[in-house]
C-alpha cells in the first residue's frame, strides 16, 4: 500500500480500507471520538492519488469533528473517502464490502450518505454492520436521505445572517444558488416559497431545468454564478470555492450555503471579512443532514430532530455573536467553539436530546 499517511498521522486515526475483489480502496478517518463515535458520510469519488483521496478524508472528518460538536450531537467526527472504481461496478458488493470495514471498527465509527453514495448504497452496507446510518426511514422515524434536513438548516441560517447582516427579509433578496443537487434544489424551493429571488447554476442542465421551471430562477453559467449580481452566494456544490483568486469577485455580502469546506484556505475567512461578506460558516449552517443521521442511529424521535434542526439559524447567531465581541472572522469563531466544546466546553444547545 502506498499510501502516505504518516504526515496526516497527528490529525486522527486513519484506516485503509481494500478489497480487490469487490474494486474498493479507500480510507477511514476517526478524526475525534472525544464525544462519541466518530460519525461521517461516505464519499465516493475519482482521485488523482492515494494522498489526495487521504487529504480529502482527514479535511472532511475534522469538519465533521466541528460540525457535531457544535450541533450538540453526541458524536465525535469521522469521513470515509473511497476511490469510484472506473467504469461500471457492482455497487452492492462494493458497499458490502465497505460495510465489512465499517463493522470491523466495531462502532468507533457510523457512516451515512455524502456526495457519490445513495441511500441504496448505505442498505448495502447495512447488509455488513449496523453502525450506519441514512437508511430509508421506519415507522415514521428519522431516516432517508439527509439532504432536505441539511437544506433546511442552510434556510434558516441564510434567514438569519440576511436580517442580522442585511437588516432585511427573504424577500427582499436574491441569493445565487451554485449547484441545485438533492441540497440545493430543496433549498431553492424553500427560498422561492419564502419569496427571495434566485439565480442558479450547475453542470448539469436538467437539474437547472427543473429549478427553473419551479422557480422561475434565473440560469446563468457554472462560470458566471459566483460573481453574479447577488445579495447572497449560497455554495451548494464542491468545497474549496472561496480563495484568494475568487474572492475578489464575488458581489453577494452575504455567503451561506451547504457545501462542505467551502473556504479553500482558514485565511479565505478573514478575506472575505475584510471584503465586507458575512461568511456564515459550513459546517454551522449545513448540520441538518447529520442530526437526521444522528437521531437515526441513536433512536430519537423525529420530534427531536426537527426541534435541532430548528435551532440551526440560533446556533449560527451564537457563532456570529462571539465572532462580533472578539473580533473574529466567523470561521475562526466556529472553530474556536467548536474546539472548546471538544475539549469538554458547554453544548451551544440548549434544547440538547
Ligand atoms: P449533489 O451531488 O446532489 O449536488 C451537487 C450538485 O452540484 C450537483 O447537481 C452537481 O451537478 C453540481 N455541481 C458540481 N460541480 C459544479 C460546479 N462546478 N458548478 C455548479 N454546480 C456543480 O450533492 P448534495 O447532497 O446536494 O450536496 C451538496 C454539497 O453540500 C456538498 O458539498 C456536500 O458535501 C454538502 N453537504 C450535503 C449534505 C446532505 O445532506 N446531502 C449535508 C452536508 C453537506
Given amino acids: 500500500m502506498v499510501l502516505s499517511v504518516s504526515e496526516w498521522a497527528s490529525a486522527g486515526q486513519a484506516h485503509l480500507v481494500r478489497d480487490e475483489a469487490a474494486g474498493l480502496e479507500g480510507i477511514i478517518v476517526l478524526h475525534s471520538t472525544a464525544l462519541g463515535p466518530a460519525a461521517g458520510g461516505c464519499r465516493v469519488w475519482s482521485y488523482d492519488s492515494a494522498d489526495a483521496m ?3 478524508a482527514f479535511r472532511l472528518a475534522e469538519g465533521m469533528t466541528y460540525k457535531n460538536a457544535l450541533a450538540g450531537l453526541p458524536l465525535g467526527g469521522g469521513k470515509s473517502v473511497l476511490r469510484r472504481p472506473e467504469g461500471a461496478f457492482d ?4 458497499f458490502r464490502a465497505f460495510g465489512a470495514a465499517v463493522e470491523e471498527l466495531k462502532g468507533s465509527y457510523v457512516t451515512a450518505e455524502d456526495v457519490g453514495t445513495s441511500v441504496d448504497d448505505m442498505r448495502a452496507v ?13 415507522d415514521g422515524r428519522p431516516g432517508g436521505d439527509p439532504s432536505p434536513w441539511t437544506a433546511r438548516g442552510t434556510f434558516l441560517s441564510m434567514q438569519v445572517a440576511v436580517e442580522r447582516y442585511l437588516g432585511r427579509a427573504l424577500k427582499d433578496v436574491t441569493v445565487a444558488v451554485q449547484g441545485v443537487g438533492h441540497v440545493g434544489e430543496a433549498l ?9 429571488k434566485l ?5 448539469a ?12 430562477a434565473r440560469a446563468v453559467p457554472v462560470e458566471d454564478i459566483l460573481s453574479v449580481e447577488a445579495d447572497v452566494f449560497a455554495p451548494c456544490a464542491l468545497g474549496a470555492i472561496l480563495s484568494a483568486e475568487t474572492i475578489g469577485s464575488l458581489k453577494a455580502r452575504v455567503v451561506c450555503g451547504a457545501a462542505n469546506n467551502q473556504l479553500a484556505t482558514a485565511e479565505d475567512g478573514a478575506r472575505l471579512a475584510d471584503k465586507g461578506v458575512l461568511y456564515a460558516p459550513d459546517y454551522v449552517v449545513n448540520g441538518g443532514g447529520i ?11 423525529t420530534a427531536d430532530a426537527v426541534a435541532r434542526v430548528e435551532a440551526t439559524g440560533e446556533r449560527l447567531g451564537r457563532v456570529l455573536d462571539l465572532a462580533a465581541a472578539e473580533g473574529l472572522p466567523t470561521n475562526l469563531a466556529a472553530d474556536q467553539l467548536a474546539r472548546s466544546i471538544v475539549a469538554g466546553g458547554p453544548a451551544l444547545e440548549r434544547d440538547a436530546a
Fill in 54 to 56: 487521504a487529504a480529502d
Fill in 91 to 94: 455497487r452492492r458488493r462494493f
Fill in 126 to 138: 447495512a447488509e455488513a454492520t449496523r453502525h450506519v446510518a441514512g437508511l430509508p426511514p421506519q
Fill in 188 to 196: 431553492a424551493m424553500m427560498l422561492h416559497a419564502a419569496g427571495a
Fill in 199 to 203: 439565480v442558479v447554476a450547475d453542470v
Fill in 205 to 216: 442542465s436538467a437539474s437547472v431545468d427543473r429549478v427553473v421551471a419551479a422557480t422561475g
Fill in 291 to 301: 442530526i437526521n443521521v444522528a437521531a437515526e442511529y441513536l433512536g430519537w424521535s
